[in-house]
């Protein structure tokens, strides 16, 4: 793949991953472009790398739909491991605690959150393993599909379910939403690719892209979880966040678009 198109993609991921977290957060705690740049900054760096390293095709719609998933996936995948077991940061402004906790305790040692976060990142290198393998084995079809398609997802799900439950209660339908939704897209991107991990883990970067995008711009003035029940600090931002509104939608319209051509041109895949 072209390595400029790829950085071109990667910076869309980042820019897009950045608005909804800047719109949910920038009445809580203000906005700086230093904050709001970091997410296309890496998302650029590792779409040149994915695209340079991994098995794309030519410059073609499939190949761009299939990199901004997996750019997306791993931009945030890193940005929450960093927050939960890296960052040092005052967790009393919070809700919910970002940092690892455990039954809604903070974890202070930081050697405990550096062990726990090993653990957690052999964990899902397992889970790319275990995709990759059965990619390995030649297997393809609607039925590999359904099996590896949510996988992603239920890390979502778990990672969340952990962070979330001791605070705001386990509820079954968002604990399953997470990998009904991989799934979903899974299957789009599995007519797409023929390599099970692509399929997997850029379907798990478009549920983010979408779970999120349902919880901050159809419910604008529900406050995120982590910031319930705490206090306005920048009210102008209320009002300020919708000047950037107009890109968030124009990166999902190109991605549509993106889609329906991939699908409309002579394509390959698992299914």
């Not at 890496?42 to 410059?59: C, K, L, Q, R």
């Not at 005052?90 to 970002?98: A, E, G, L, N, V």
């Amino acid at each position: 793949m072209n390595l400029a198109v790829a950085l071109v993609v990667g910076l869309a991921a980042g820019l897009h991953a950045a608005t909804w977290g800047m719109f949910k957060d920038a009445p809580y705690e203000g906005f700086t472009w230093q904050t709001y740049l970091r997410s296309p900054v890496i998302a650029g760096v590792i779409a040149v790398v994915v695209a340079a390293a991994g098995d794309f095709p030519s410059t073609d719609a499939a190949g761009i739909a299939v990199l901004f998933g997996l750019t997306y996936v791993i931009e945030r995948g890193i940005n929450e491991f960093y927050k939960t077991f890296l960052r040092e940061e005052d967790q009393s402004k919070y809700s919910i605690p970002m940092q690892l906790s455990v039954r809604g305790k903070v974890v202070t040692e930081r050697r405990t959150r550096l062990l726990a976060g090993v653990a957690y990142a052999v964990g899902v290198l397992a889970v790319v393993l275990f995709i990759d393998a059965i990619g390995d084995q030649g297997a393809g079809g609607l039925a590999v599909v359904l099996v590896v398609g949510s996988l992603g997802g239920w890390i979502s799900a778990f990672g969340g379910a952990w962070k979330d439950a001791p605070v705001e209660g386990f509820q079954p339908f968002k604990f399953v939403r997470s990998p009904l939704v991989a799934l979903g897209y899974a299957l789009l991107l599995a007519a797409l690719t023929t390599d099970p991990v692509y399929a997997a883990f850029g379907a798990l970067g478009y549920t983010v892209a979408t779970l999120e995008t349902y919880k901050t711009f159809f419910k604008p003035n529900t406050p995120r979880g982590k910031f319930a029940g705490k206090a306005i600090q920048y009210p102008e931002w209320l009002e300020r966040r919708y000047r950037f509104v107009p890109l968030y939608v124009a990166i999902w319209m190109g991605i549509v678009v993106v889609f329906v051509v991939a699908l409309v041109e002579p394509h390959s895949g698992l299914i």
